[in-house]
């Protein structure tokens, strides 16, 4: 990606149609049935999706039905009063089955400094399920002052990157930490302080702006345009939704996020109805599955890897060989990242789950506590190695 040469902007200006493979839904036909009208603030009509005596179109729902179940898939939770032992054997089995190809970063962790000698590391870090622990309610998913002690120390070493689903907002408030790059609403929100992000001035999507704090800022922002269709999304996802117990529409700026983790899962139907009922009518959005999540985003030809190569192009690292990008996430959105990184043969991911799942990434990390741990082994390591160097010019004078 050439920020320099290339001035185009990433976001489709036709509408995409929605696609099966995108929405889990025909295009050609509605996902729920009949649909109700709502007048909306801007005078449009939006479709409501209802259900009548609590039968939908199975064969419609089935499709993102399925994806919500697939992307959810219960925490292992090791209650041997709760679980049989055969059930733990099996969950163990499979586990430790799947770990063979994606070994732990901690007990690979030679292998890694090896692949990163003489090699400048840049981190990159999802925030919920990777810093922080999932929780019930996503306004309260704090990281432990520990694990922003680990990500303030890493930073010191290491270019550092948080790239969340949320907006830059919302995680840099969770995070609060200067020094790091934050790309926010899945990478369609990227501060950086101006200092040390000069190309990202060249960008005709690049704003200079200030932080609440005064401070100058570089601002990329490729779905600036969606702004005003978000908003409206997301006030007809809060009306639309209300009945549903548990359900919580969050405002990521450049995303909605409609969390259903808390919501009985006989009435996830209910929840993807809305949601894809309420999409039928704007086409130039999509929804995405994360863990217990559908996640509204504009149709545009970015995610979490592009703004991976956004973000390396403007640190002025992505053509050097002496650079390993590593990043860490947990999340469906995160195997984009992962994928460009393989694709790429550069760097690699670590995907942070205690359940067998199909990745992209190269290694794995049970738990945040895991990743503070090898966050803290990069930075023990990279000490030890510069002051060998340090030695060892030390004794050449
Ligand atoms: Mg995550």
Known sequence: ??????????????????????????????????????????????????????????????????????????????????????????????????IINYPSSLNSFHLITNDAKCKMIALFLDYDGTLSPIVDNPDLAFMSSAMRAAVKEAANYFPTAIISGRSCD?????????????????????????????????????????????????????????????N??????????????GVKVENNKFCVSVHYRNVDKKMWDQVGCCVFGLLKGFPRLRVTHGRKVLEVRPVIDWNKGKAVQFLLESLQLSQRDDVLPIYIGDDRTDEDAFKVLRESSRGFGILVSNVPKETNASYSLRDPSEVQEFLKSLVRWKKFTTSQTEDIATIKI
């Open 1 to 98: 990606m050439d920020l320099k040469s290339n001035h185009s902007s990433p976001v489709l200006t036709d509408p995409a149609p929605l696609s099966k493979s995108r929405l889990g839904l025909p295009s050609n036909i509605t996902p729920c049935s009949p649909a109700a009208l709502l007048y909306s603030s801007s005078g449009l009509y939006l479709t409501i999706p209802e259900i009548l005596n609590g039968k939908h179109d199975d064969v419609l729902v089935n499709g993102w039905l399925d994806s919500m179940i697939a992307s959810s898939p219960p925490r292992k939770k090791l209650n041997k009063d709760i679980i049989s032992e055969s059930q733990v054997d099996d969950n163990d089995a499979a586990y430790q089955t799947w």
């Open 232 to 245: 409206e999304v997301y006030k007809s996802l809060i009306e639309i939704t209300n009945n549903i117990v």
């Open 170 to 230: 919302k995680v840099h408030e969770f995070v609060k930490l200067s020094e790091l790059y934050y790309a926010g609403s899945h990478g369609m929100d990227i501060m950086s302080p101006i200092r040390v992000s000069e190309s990202f001035g060249d960008h005709p999507d690049c704003i200079k702006t200030t932080d609440r704090k005064g401070k100058e800022v570089h601002l990329f922002q490729p779905a600036r345009e969606f702004l005003p269709m978000i």
